[in-house]
């Protein structure tokens, strides 16, 4: 019954109760489902509606069948941070288009993503990186005459869920330097930002978009691309952000307003909209012990995120017939023998759980599967392919107006 990856890309989709059939079915190592319906969904969203360019950021996550349905959907720019993801995309997707927007790089990385992939965009945030950029594209001595260099510049993470502040940007007053130098070796020049990650409100766009009005000002350069980055929210337990075309359309305001040319373009680089519904995992509780469940996947696996930094998300009983028992909040501690193999949630599961059930747990298409281990001996590449629905979706009332803003099933 189980359908595996192949070689040749993914299996038939099951039907609509896919989750609990598959459970019945007593898998003893957790299963990924995926959904490129969902996945396919959002991209097109991004695609049809975003007034710019939508780069998929890789490290979201990097399953080669991903990336294909994204490019499939109309995503053509890949946001790459690394030699590896860069070699990634290029084998799965070898039309696409790379932009190597991590501003720390190793010289070598750079050489060869200019020469060997074709890599002309590239980010920074400091003058040693503009240094390194230039020394690592020229040929014989002469400086490449075909960059897009994107000045990151440091922005507010304080709407977000998930800073992303402290670690890179240049700050207000060395932006200036720094534009006006990049301005000098760049064909194109850019100005990018990361509001950080699972950002709850457009408003903190519209801020970010006052650092870049402020930066162009100062520096009295020519900016032909705006790249507000990623940071688009998904849904998950107690985080529902607005519409994502309150978002947009923000963006695309604040856009219109920046002292820039008619021709500059406008780019955002998502990671978590385009795949957080795209897959979840079916787990099993080994063991109850009041109000915590152990499970076979936890900090080491899927649930990176859970453990780590508390995020919570959507959990489903997979039985049939369904419990009629109420909801209590649960914690869950992982598979391996480590302490840290805990998440603390709270999951919201049927009182009458026990030994032996099966629990869906949801929305992890982004930083889940990216971030599996096999610490321990724990964790299991058995992937199935489905078509119900996601546990939540910030797509499916856009394309059906009549539903409520927040789609659960
Ligand atoms: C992580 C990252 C992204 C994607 O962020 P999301 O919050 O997943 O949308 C985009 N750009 C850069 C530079 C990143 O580091």
Redesign the pocket.
């Known amino acids: 019954m189980h359908q595996h990856h192949s070689a040749l890309g993914l299996a038939a989709p099951h039907s609509a109760s896919d989750a609990i059939e598959i459970a019945k079915g007593a898998p003893l190592q957790p299963v990924t489902l995926v959904r490129p319906h969902a996945a396919a969904r959002a991209a097109r969203f991004f695609v049809e509606k975003f007034p710019g360019r939508s780069m998929y ?1 890789v ?2 996550n990097p399953s080669p069948e991903l990336l294909r349905i994204l490019w499939d959907s109309g995503v053509t720019q890949y ?1 790459v ?1 690394s030699l590896g993801e860069v070699r990634l995309v290029a084998r799965t997707l070898p039309e696409a288009t790379l932009c190597f ?2 501003p720390v790089k190793a010289e070598e990385a750079i050489h060869q993503a200019y020469f060997e992939h074709g890599v002309r965009t590239f ?1 920074l945030d400091s003058m040693e990186e503009l240094e390194k950029i230039v020394r690592a594209t020229a040929c014989n001595g002469v400086p490449a005459a075909d960059l897009t260099l994107c000045v990151r510049i440091r922005v507010s993470s304080d709407l977000s869920k998930l800073s ?1 502040a402290s670690k890179f940007g240049v700050m207000p007053d060395e932006a200036k330097a720094l534009l006006l130098a990049t301005r000098q070796v760049a064909d194109a020049l850019g100005i990018c930002f ?1 509001v950080g ?2 950002a709850m409100s457009p408003d903190a766009y519209a801020q970010a978009m006052e650092r870049v009005r402020a930066a162009i000002v100062e520096a009295a350069v020519t900016v032909d691309v705006v790249d507000v ?4 929210p998904s849904v998950y337990p107690g985080m529902e952000p607005q519409a994502l075309q309150r978002y947009f359309d923000t963006i695309h305001r604040a856009f219109e307003s920046l002292p820039i040319s008619y021709s500059a373009e406008l780019w955002a ?5 385009l795949c957080a519904e795209y897959s979840s995992i079916i787990v099993r509780v080994e063991r109850r012990r009041g109000d915590e469940l152990y499970i076979n996947d936890g900090a080491y696996g899927a649930l990176f995120d859970a453990a780590h930094i508390g995020w919570r998300f959507p959990v489903r009983l997979l039985r049939e017939p369904d419990s009629r028992a109420k909801t209590m909040p649960f914690s869950f501690y992982g598979p391996t023998c480590d302490d840290l193999d805990h998440m603390t949630g709270p999951f919201e599961l049927p009182a009458d759980i026990q030994v032996g059930d099966y629990i869906e747990v949801g929305m992890l298409g ?1 930083y889940g599967s990216a971030m599996r281990t096999a610490f321990n001996g724990f964790g299991s590449d058995e992937t199935v392919m489905v078509a119900d629905e996601p546990m939540s979706s910030l797509y499916l009332q856009a394309e059906a107006p009549a539903r409520t803003n927040v789609v659960k099933l």
């Open positions: 950021a490290k979201a946001d941070a927007m991590h980010s992303l990361h990650s699972q980055g990623g940071g688009f680089e998502p990671g978590r909209a982004a």
